[in-house]
């Protein structure tokens, strides 16, 4: 299985870096990525075009060029039908830190405050009074209505014009605590203590209603998904792009390559070996669980699957669970698709390390904490 499965991007940095060497320095043994999309809101992208023209304030490189140009056009719908991709990656990053300007004669366009709002159409657009901002943070069930609409017309877009792309939904979520440079130890986001709060809280109401979008897109449509929200992952001072609520550790984008390799080979597979592979993906998900405390050891959980799968022998008794049904499939899958899914259990020890060596840094700085120094006698 050498064929390159081929990849639209309609979201944000949060699913384009997974296509990117400095992310998964190996990802073009797989995939190749055709025709994107940044940061759009679905509502505004299943509106029809704006042709208004537009310059930028300053200078702006081609990238936000392509940006602003790409958001207005919907090019997007009309490159997909052209060119097919086997696989078009949704997230909803523009959705739920943008939002839309719904123009007076009704179409809408992605308020993008880095890119849109440094153009004149921005603010002839403001000047306007019959220009109107719609956020889901004013109203979440009516922005929820008007992207649920969008995203109907969405997916019958898809199911027409490109009816062998299997859509996968990214489901993202904003990193709630940051790695500071020189620390050992995440904190929240934001500025420490009281001042930090209404950012903090926030970030969590935005991930309640990114999760609402996900769930929709997830289970209305029949798509697949890619959900790493439950791992608890930071963001961090190093990241290429600095630190930010979807600029993730680097271990993310591993796991989120592996996991969509057992997308694409869920479809390549017998159902049965499929579902082999899907074991795995979920012992190792369930390994990072029990490291986060967030599941009970294998031991102890009533989990039979593995042993109705998989019975122990000697030779692999000291492995995990994931480790023991990868060792299974060793005789059933070509070293291409074997080693793609070995990525399960290796993206989560590299997840499980970082949790480990934070756990070890806290429990560090604790006992710094609880050492006081002697009181010294009276003279």
């Known amino acids: 299985m050498t064929d390159l499965t081929t990849v639209a991007v309609l979201g944000s940095c949060i699913t384009r870096d997974n296509f990117n060497r400095r992310f998964n320095p190996d990802y073009k043994q797989w995939y190749a990525v055709g025709p994107t999309t940044n940061q759009s809101s679905m509502i505004a992208l299943m509106s029809p075009p704006v042709d208004e023209p537009w310059e930028p304030l300053a200078e702006m490189k081609p990238y936000g060029r392509w940006n602003v140009a790409s958001d207005l056009s919907r090019e997007i719908l009309t490159l997909l039908p052209a060119e097919r991709p086997d696989l078009v990656v949704l997230d909803f990053f523009g959705d739920v ?15 993008n405050r880095w890119r849109l709002r440094k153009t004149d159409l921005y603010g002839r657009l403001m000047a306007d009074p019959g220009t109107v901002a719609v956020r889901w943070q004013d109203d979440p069930d009516a922005y929820f209505a008007l992207w649920t609409e969008a995203m109907d017309r969405f997916a019958a877009h898809v199911a027409e ?22 620390q050992d130890v995440p904190t929240p986001l934001g500025p420490p203590g009281r001042k930090g709060k209404p950012a903090r809280v926030g970030i969590r109401r935005g991930n309640r209603f990114w999760a609402r979008l996900n769930e929709h897109a997830r289970t209305a449509y029949g798509w697949d998904h890619v959900d790493l929200s439950r791992e608890r992952f930071a963001t961090f001072a190093d990241h290429p792009w600095g630190p930010f609520e979807v600029h993730y550790t680097m271990d993310y984008y591993r796991r989120f390559q ?15 070996l499929a579902a082999r592979v899907d074991a795995v993906a979920e012992a190792s998900a369930r390994r990072i669980q029990v490291e986060l405390g967030a599941a009970p050891p294998e031991e102890e959980a009533a989990a039979p699957r593995w042993r109705r799968l998989l019975g122990r022998s000697p030779r692999d008794a000291g492995l995990s669970a994931d480790r023991r ?5 060793r005789g059933d899958l070509d ?16 997840r499980i390390s970082w949790i480990r060596a934070v756990r070890e840094a806290e429990e560090a700085q604790e006992a710094r904490e609880r050492v006081t120094p002697a009181a010294e006698p009276p003279g």
């Open 258 to 272: 592996a996991e969509l390799h057992r997308v694409v080979l869920r479809e390549q597979l017998p159902a049965e």
């Open 97 to 111: 830190h943008f939002g839309v300007l719904q123009m007076p004669d009704g179409r809408y366009v992605t308020d």
């Open 325 to 329: 049904l990868l060792e299974s499939l």
């Open 161 to 182: 014009h490109c009816p062998d792309s299997r859509v996968v939904v990214h489901c993202g979520f904003n990193a709630v605590d940051v790695l500071r440079a020189g």
């Open 335 to 350: 070293e291409d698709a074997w080693t793609r899914v070995a990525q399960l259990p290796e993206s989560a020890d590299e």
